[in-house]
C-alpha cells in the first residue's frame, strides 16, 4: 500500500503522484466527457499508481445514495484533484437546480480541481471552495445562498470527520432531510465518528461494507450514510 495512503490520517499530499495522474488524463481522456475522464483516471489509478479518490466501487454506491435522496445542494469535504466532483456532477447535469461545492483545504488542489471539472466539462455544476468547513460557512451563505445543504458527503482528514459534523450539527446545516455520506470509515477509519454516529439518538445511520479503492477487492472499507430519525406525528 502507498504512502499516501496510509498517510491519509495527516494528508500528506504526493504531488508528483497528482502530476502523474494528470498528465495521464490530459494525454488520454476526451476533453468535456466525464466518463472518459473518470474511467482514464481509474485506468492510471489501477495500472499505474494507487490515488486516494472514492473509486469506481465506492463512487456508484455513493451515486445510488445521490439517486434516492435527490439532493440539490450537495457539500463535499475533501476534493483532493476532483474525482468525486467529477462523478456525482456529471450524475447531477441534467438537473438544472443541482450544484456540487467542494470544499478542500489545500489551495493547489483547489485550482487542480478548477480545472479538471472544467476539462470534464462541469465548470457550470462544480463551486470550489478553498479551506475547511469552518472558514467556508460564511461564503456558502453570503456568497452562496446556502444555509442548509441536502447532502454532506465527508472524504477529507478523517480525523476531522466528527468536529465537522459536530460544528454542521451547531450551525444548523442539516434539515429533516439531509443525508450525511461518510467514505472510509473502516479504512483508514475514522472510529470516533463511526461509534457518534452508530449511536446518535437523532440520526439513524447504515454502513455499507464494501472495499477500498483501486485495492482489488483485497482491502475492506465501508461508507456511512446518515439520516435524521424522523419524528413520529403526534396524533
Ligand atoms: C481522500 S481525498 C478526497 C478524495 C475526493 N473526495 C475524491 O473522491 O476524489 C482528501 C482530501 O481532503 C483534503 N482535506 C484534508 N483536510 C481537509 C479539511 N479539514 N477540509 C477540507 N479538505 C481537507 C485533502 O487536501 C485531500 O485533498
Redesign the pocket.
Known amino acids: 500500500m502507498s504512502t499516501e495512503n496510509k498517510k ?1 490520517g495527516t ?1 500528506v ?1 504526493d504531488y508528483e503522484r497528482v502530476n502523474q495522474v494528470l498528465k495521464y488524463v490530459y494525454a488520454n481522456a476526451i476533453e468535456g466527457d466525464a466518463e472518459s475522464v473518470l474511467k482514464t483516471i481509474d485506468t492510471f489509478c489501477y495500472e499505474h499508481q494507487w490515488c ?3 473509486g469506481d466501487v465506492k463512487g456508484p454506491i455513493v451515486r445510488d445514495v445521490i439517486a434516492e435522496h435527490k439532493p440539490k445542494v450537495i457539500v ?10 467529477i462523478m456525482f456532477a456529471n450524475f447531477l447535469k441534467n438537473d438544472p437546480d443541482t450544484i456540487y461545492y467542494t ?4 489551495p493547489i ?1 483547489a485550482c487542480v480541481i478548477e480545472k479538471t471539472t472544467r476539462f470534464a466539462g462541469l465548470g457550470d455544476k462544480v463551486r470550489v471552495l478553498t479551506g ?2 469552518s472558514q467556508n460557512l460564511e461564503v456558502l451563505k453570503n456568497k452562496y445562498g446556502i444555509s442548509q445543504v441536502d447532502m454532506l458527503f465527508l ?3 478523517k480525523d ?1 470527520y466528527l468536529s ?1 459534523f459536530l460544528l454542521a450539527e451547531e450551525r444548523c446545516l442539516f434539515h429533516k432531510n439531509t443525508v450525511i455520506v461518510a ?2 470509515v473502516i479504512t483508514p477509519g475514522a472510529p470516533d465518528y463511526l461509534a457518534h454516529l452508530m449511536d446518535h439518538p437523532r440520526f439513524s445511520s447504515k454502513l455499507i461494507k464494501t472495499e477500498l479503492e483501486y485495492s482489488f477487492g483485497m482491502e475492506e472499507d465501508g461508507i456511512l450514510v446518515s439520516v435524521p430519525v424522523q419524528k413520529p406525528i403526534a396524533v
Do not use: R, T
Not at 470544499?103 to 489545500?106: D, P, V, W
Open positions: 491519509q494528508m499530499i486516494m479518490n472514492v463535499e469535504l475533501g476534493g483532493y484533484y476532483g474525482y468525486s466532483a470544499i478542500e483545504i489545500n488542489l475547511n468547513l472524504d477529507h482528514i476531522a465537522d467514505d472510509n
